[in-house]
């Protein structure tokens, strides 16, 4: 059974669009985080944060997509968030098959941060779908449709999580 993903450039730049952050967020730093979060993007290099409840985990990487004017694609994590959340899934339309994307496809295919929320709070299926995207790869696989999308310019993988948080098998 063939299955397609009906994208087109146009679709991935609309979307990009309606996720870039149009208002400066408010964000006091509190050291050299903006001077490391620099030097990580110019290396390609993901970043993840951890922190309590409150901390400014969000803020800060909301602040630096607004700096950077990048569209920022935030997952909040829960039990209930799995692959096919952060990647996308198949539907069946018009008696095709179709894949339709999730956050993980236009953020790397936008040159845009995906931002996972509280990943250890995620369903483990999570894993093995954003790790392509945080090492040398820097590409979505996707399963389904056996497409491999190589990642934008301006692609940045994120994520949080709370100190303590133990992983989920």
Known sequence: MLITTAVTK???E????????????????QGKELE?????DHIGKGVGIIGPTGSGKSRLLEYWAWKQQRPL?????????DASV???SKYVIGGETRFIPGPAYWAVAGGG???L??????????FPVAFPMTDWRKRLEIPDTG????AEQGFAFRYSTNPGRQYRA
Do not use: C, W
């Open 36 to 40: 490391l979060l620099a030097r990580l």
């Open 147 to 150: 497409e491999v999308v190589p």
């Open 113 to 115: 941060h995906l931002y």
């Open 14 to 29: 609309q979307i990009a669009q309606q996720h870039l952050i149009k208002e400066q967020p408010f964000y006091e730093p």
């Open 86 to 88: 952060v990647l996308g």
């Open 73 to 81: 694609f935030t997952v909040p994590g829960n039990e209930s968030v």
């Open 117 to 126: 929320d509280e990943i250890l709070d995620m369903h483990s299926s999570v």
């Open 10 to 12: 146009q679709d991935v």
